[in-house]
RNA sequence: GCCGGGGUGGCGGAACUGGUAGACGCGCCGGACUCAAAAUCCGGUUCUGGAAACAGAGUGCGGGUUCGAUUCCCGCCCCCGGCACCA
């Protein structure tokens, strides 16, 4: 009788085996560089979640395959152990951050390490660790000694009950989560770094990233937002107001002015009119992220104000606007409401003139106010209007002629600019690599020597919700000026996390180096061959590591510019949601894994109860795993349960790893059937008697058969792996092909050595997505190597030539016919035989054929008149 | 609001370069095994009509290009991700 298959007896000694072997180990060999194969670290949250589990199933399963085709592979893994949620726990259990993120790792290093990831654990970082954050502390204060980390004063949002600052996700509909007082914006210093030094450089580098997905390169490029305009100067009272705009060729459109409430010119009419210091006000409310400023409604007020049209002399009033941004340009707009859209809906709600200064030219429409959406920011066959002597020039010619003149009056100059913002790393918190900076009283911001580095964090502090704990700490703050020896206090900021997980992936390489950030081995492993993560990174850390990355090759401490060579973003993970309300009407949610649902045949809900009490429960719809929702599925439960393999089997299978992946429990189930049959019919060709006679014998059609679909499926499933990255289609070829060989019944020696090289090549070729059965299955099959070292399936051209291809037939596009012909026949012979076709007769007859499309070996069009 | 992506059977998805829409899996229906159930195995399963052969319709909606469109173009609807202090 075979053994069922029994991951719980099966799993366990093959990752001893593969332990004791120290098989996952990147050897370091001097000008050998391995593939390198990064997953994006994850935060210890306490609990690996279904989107961990599928970022680093894709990444093993890549490792893998690579691993299989003789390469050496470095997977590394590590902590991004610094952030909020760590001082969250904190202030609602009362434990240092510091215990609840280390506790959290060791938690989670367990779960990753029962899911048998072929990850080189003795290159294991966490960014809480002092001797990683050093190295961010050593690299800023370089930065600061080259002007690329500078000082500078920056918007916050302040609760002004809890007297701190708050984090954009913390204000919820403008108000303190804690408190729900009313946030309000506060100017505090901060450190920044000049990202938009490498602006260019950073834009103009994503086209070499061929790598990349194209979607990510647009979303940089756009962050970036390179533009080329004017900056032009208004002349005001006792000065100028600038502005910044890529459309000079619109300035005779130009009816009024608009400054953000931060402008000086703003702050400068509030004084004296209260009704304007009011506006102002109002405007310091509510936070500060730009999806909330830009999703309100228009509001602005006339600074009573004027600015000197630059041509025309004519006097524009100033107003103050909140939709206009102090983060970009010079906080100011020249307002075109005839050709801008915000400018056009702010003209049209405070009653400020609208003028027409463009037109289309094509001659096919008639233009006016009825279709304005239509043309008042066209660029092609355009022409000016009411643009006095610049009537009638395109938009180029427009351009450069208002440009010329304003240039020739001093009252402007073409500039380019960007959208891209330097990058403020200062972080009001506790959890967070401090910034190595000293205050005293005489030398004023002195930097930490670098003998002195790191600055350690204290680990006992629990923060409270108000301000930052090492504010509070006289240990940490109280210290001596390097400069002067005077007594002098510390920074208490932090760096954001970003800056963390700017350069992990350059200390994995060399992460028992302890005199220098990074060394030989990272210059010669870099740059990263895959990397995998979630696709809300695209543009903020996958754009801090490219700045990083250039930073230090700047220093010379690197020789790439690009760290990432090729870039696969994987969806979200997600599920049902359940909920019922209760008496207040709100929203409870139920874990989907305890919801008995009851469907007709239809598959529509009928009846969804609670397990725990019997009661009806509603549909909530397909969300993203959250705790919110309470709809997250434990994987550790489920790989309990069925195994890592089956885990691992349905989370590939169930979509490719671009998409989002909609848990399902019955989906598990599938995957753990078909494994179960696979360890089924791996065991019954072994235990079938084998025919007498020369393995290297004669074969049947059947035979033949079968050997032709396992090389089509060695190839398609290698190039779905190694190249398409679908695993979803792989598998579901590897699923075909194993139904196929299983319904084979060898009948001679020759037979039966087909049989066993489909058996050997299909166990290998799912090693990367179930290697623990792949491990004992090929052990079975008779052999002693590790799964790793057991080579990849080649292909063989002359086990996929076919007697006969299935040629579809189309009358006016449409599918009329079947015709089998040896592959490669003749057009003439192909298009013959097709209009033979009995059905095709009958579409066809007495009616005149007017062309006939014939691609070879696949399809027939005839078209013949209606 | 701005930038990016997505929408295909009852469900997850496949169709890679414009060439058979629905591979593979789930669910469901029928059958075998069983005293019975579970598990397993076999068959069927886009919708409409038809016993079947076959015919008609069909890839979010409305148009277009083409011998041929899930795929390319134009317009719209809905959903998701990001928006600089969540990570």
């Not at 609602?92 to 215990?99: D, E, W, Y």
């Not at 703050?477 to 206090?489: F, I, N, Q, T």
Request: hydrophobic content about 35%; overall charge negative.
């Amino acid at each position: 009788m075979t053994q069922p298959y029994d991951p719980a007896a099966i799993e366990p000694p093959v990752r001893q085996r593969w332990n004791d072997e120290d098989a996952f180990r990147a050897p370091d060999r001097p000008g050998e560089k391995p593939y390198y194969c990064l997953s994006m670290f994850p935060y210890p949250s306490g609990h690996l979640h279904m989107g961990h589990m599928r970022n680093y199933t894709i990444s093993d399963v890549i490792t893998r395959f690579h691993r299989m085709n003789g390469r050496p592979v470095l997977q590394p893994m590590g902590w991004d152990a610094f952030g909020l949620p760590a001082e969250n726990a904190a202030i609602a259990r009362g434990v240092p951050p510091a215990k609840w993120t280390r506790d959290n790792i060791r938690h989670m290093r367990g779960q990753l390490k029962e899911l048998g990831f072929a990850i080189d654990w003795s290159r294991e970082l966490a960014t809480c660790d002092p001797e990683y954050y050093r190295w961010n502390q050593w690299l800023f204060l370089k930065m600061l000694e080259k002007g690329i980390a500078y000082k500078k004063t920056g918007t916050v949002n302040w609760d002004p009950v809890d007297q701190t600052v708050l984090a954009n996700e913390q204000v919820i509909d403008g108000k303190g989560w804690r408190t729900g007082a009313e946030v309000e914006k506060r100017e505090i210093p901060m450190y920044y770094l000049r990202i938009t030094d490498y602006a260019d450089e950073l834009l103009e580098a994503l086209d070499g990233l061929d790598g990349w997905p194209e979607r990510v390169r647009t979303m940089q490029a756009n962050w970036i937002g390179k533009s080329e305009g004017m900056e032009i100067s208004f002349p005001v009272a006792d000065g100028e107001l600038t502005v910044f705009t890529t459309r000079p060729d619109t300035l005779m459109g130009a009816t009024y002015m608009a400054v953000a409430p931060e402008h000086p010119l703003a702050r400068k009419a509030a004084e004296g009119n209260p009704e304007v210091a009011e506006f102002i006000r109002s405007c310091g409310t509510g936070g500060v992220s730009e999806a909330e400023l830009a999703a309100q409604e228009k509001r602005g007020i006339d600074t009573g104000l004027t600015a000197r049209h630059p041509l025309t002399g004519e006097d524009l009033p100033i107003w103050i606007a909140n939709y206009v941004l102090m983060s970009y340009g010079s906080g100011a707009v020249m307002a075109v409401p005839g050709h801008d859209e915000r400018d056009f809906a702010f003209a049209n709600k405070y009653g400020l003139p609208i003028v027409q200064v463009v037109r289309l030219v094509d001659g096919q429409h008639e233009y006016d106010d009825s279709n304005w959406q239509d043309w008042y920011v066209a660029k092609e066959n355009v022409e000016l209007v009411n643009s006095g002597p610049y009537d009638g020039l395109d938009h180029q010619a427009g351009f450069d002629a208002i440009a010329d003149a304003l240039e020739e009056k001093g009252r402007g100059r073409r500039r380019t600019q960007f959208r891209l913002r330097d990058w403020g790393i200062s972080r009001q918190r506790y959890w967070g690599c401090p910034i190595p900076i000293i205050h005293c009283d005489d030398c004023g911001d002195v930097p930490v020597p670098e003998q002195d580095l790191p600055v350690r964090l204290p680990e006992h502090l629990v923060p409270d919700g108000s301000g930052s704990p090492l504010a509070k700490d006289e240990e940490f703050l109280s210290c001596e000026c390097p400069e002067c020896g005077a007594p002098a206090r510390r920074e208490t900021d932090t760096m954001d996390t970003f800056v963390d997980s700017s350069w992990y992936f350059l200390r994995y390489p060399c992460v028992d180096n302890e005199e220098s950030m990074v060394d030989r081995r990272t210059r010669d492993w870099m740059p990263v061959d895959q990397y995998i993560g979630g696709i809300e990174h695209a543009i903020l850390h996958l754009l801090y590591a490219r700045f990083w990355t250039r930073v230090m090759r700047d220093f010379g401490l690197l020789g790439t510019s690009e760290p990432f060579e090729r870039l696969l973003t994987q969806g979200m993970v997600l599920a049902e949601t359940w909920y019922r309300e209760d008496d207040q009407g709100r929203k409870v949610w139920f874990n989907p894994a305890g919801v008995d649902v009851e469907r007709d045949g239809k598959g529509n809900i009928v009846r969804a109860v609670a397990a725990e009490d019997g009661q009806p429960v509603h549909f909530g719809g397909i969300e993203k795993m959250a705790k919110s929702k309470n709809n997250g599925v434990d994987p550790a439960t489920l790989v309990g349960q069925y195994g890592a393999d089956t885990v691992r089997l349905f989370s590939m299978f169930a979509a490719p790893p671009e998409q989002s992946l909609e848990w399902s429990d019955a989906g598990v189930e599938g995957a753990w059937r078909f494994l179960k049959r696979l360890w089924q019919q791996v065991h019954e060709h072994l235990e079938a008697d084998v025919p007498d006679g020369d393995p290297g014998g004669e074969r049947s059609d059947e035979a033949l058969e079968a050997r032709r679909r396992v090389h089509e499926t060695i190839a398609k499933v290698t190039d779905d792996v190694g190249r398409r990255y679908t695993f979803n289609t792989a598998i579901a070829a590897i699923m075909e092909c194993s139904n196929h060989l299983s319904r084979f019944r060898p009948r001679s020696a020759g037979d039966f050595a087909v049989a066993r090289e489909g058996w050997e090549a299909l166990v290998r070729l799912i090693a990367p997505v179930t290697p623990h059965a792949s491990q004992a299955l090929w052990q079975k099959l008779g052999h002693e190597d590790s799964i790793l070292e057991a080579g990849w399936p080649a292909v063989d051209e002359a086990a996929l030539v076919q007697q006969q291809v299935t040629v579809v037939v189309q009358v006016n596009g449409k599918v009329r016919g079947r015709i089998e012909v040896p592959p490669g026949s003749d057009r003439e012979v192909v298009q013959q035989r097709a209009m033979q076709d009995e059905n095709v007769q009958r579409f066809i007859d007495g009616k005149s054929v007017r062309k006939v499309i014939v691609v070879p070996d696949k399809l027939v069009n005839i078209v013949v008149a209606a």
